[in-house]
């Protein structure tokens, strides 16, 4: 195949610049990149490895658009991977978590007893009642993550300090994880879109590494669920790379085929 010079050769929607410098130098750093896995091949494919370590991942999505789950299956892949983690949870406590996990076929228990993995609940009743806190509580949060020793901190979810603080005090939030990543650490942090203004919500996008859009929308008479990759450090594809799955009892998440749901 001839590849005119100056132009990419489209094929699966993926480019390939053999003759561009640039593009060379692109591919060079992503093969040192280091990932953090899912466990999922074919999720770690479309991601085009994983979550890059040493990087902020901001997820959103709707209430059951799979946000938790797919932060469980970070947890078992990184896990897998021998990396220790702390989970930080509003919505659920750590029986839960870990309940959910097993029923999924991704059990940690064993992590957690042996201390390769913490689950940390925070109160969000008590955030509720106390609103004027959150940025008090933010703080507090911003010092947990930069105490901890483990590799990956998943938050699930931010929303709950976000509607309750000020747009300075997340934003600064974001910027100080920022920091934390670019000292080794890989944070995800889940929300709800709706906690933020669409100017800030544009502010936080461009300081994350990489940002994941879960919705659930309806295909024929079927509802699914999907994930937009609009953001991934590295990543040689465009964004807008979409997939669709479904939680499965026996898999955790599992991807549907687009045949499937056009079927």
């Keep these: 195949m001839e590849i005119n010079k100056g132009e990419g050769a489209v094929l699966g929607k993926e480019f390939f610049c053999e003759e561009e410098p640039g593009c060379l130098i692109e591919e060079e750093e992503k093969e040192l990149l280091e990932f953090i896995s899912s466990g999922n091949l074919e999720i770690d494919r479309r991601l085009e490895g994983g979550i890059p370590a040493g990087s902020l991942c901001l997820l959103e999505g709707a209430n059951d658009s799979g946000k938790s789950i797919f932060l469980q299956q970070i947890i078992w892949g990184a896990l897998n991977q021998d990396k220790t983690v702390l989970f ?41 009642e106390n609103p004027r806190l959150s940025e008090s509580l933010l703080q507090v949060l911003l010092e947990c993550i930069q105490r901890c020793e483990e590799e990956l901190v998943l938050i699930d979810s931010l929303t709950i300090f976000a509607v309750n603080a000020s747009e300075n005090a997340v934003l600064n939030f974001f910027t100080e994880c920022v920091k934390l990543c670019d000292r080794g650490k890989t944070i995800l942090i889940s929300v709800h879109g709706y906690a933020f203004s669409q100017a800030v919500l544009y502010r936080l996008r461009s300081v994350c590494s990489a940002c994941l859009e879960l919705r659930i929308e309806q295909v024929g008479d079927q509802w699914i669920k999907t994930m937009e990759i609009q953001k991934l450090r590295g990543a040689r594809k465009t964004t807008g790379n979409l997939l669709s799955f479904d939680v499965d009892s026996e898999f955790g998440l599992k991807i549907i085929p687009v045949s499937k749901i056009k079927a």
Excluded: P
């Design 88 to 128: 930080l949870t509003t919505e659920k406590t750590s029986k839960e978590v870990l309940n959910q996990m097993e029923s999924l076929k991704r059990g940690i228990s064993d992590y957690f007893i042996i201390g390769r993995s913490k689950i940390f609940e925070i109160n969000a009743g008590y955030v509720e």
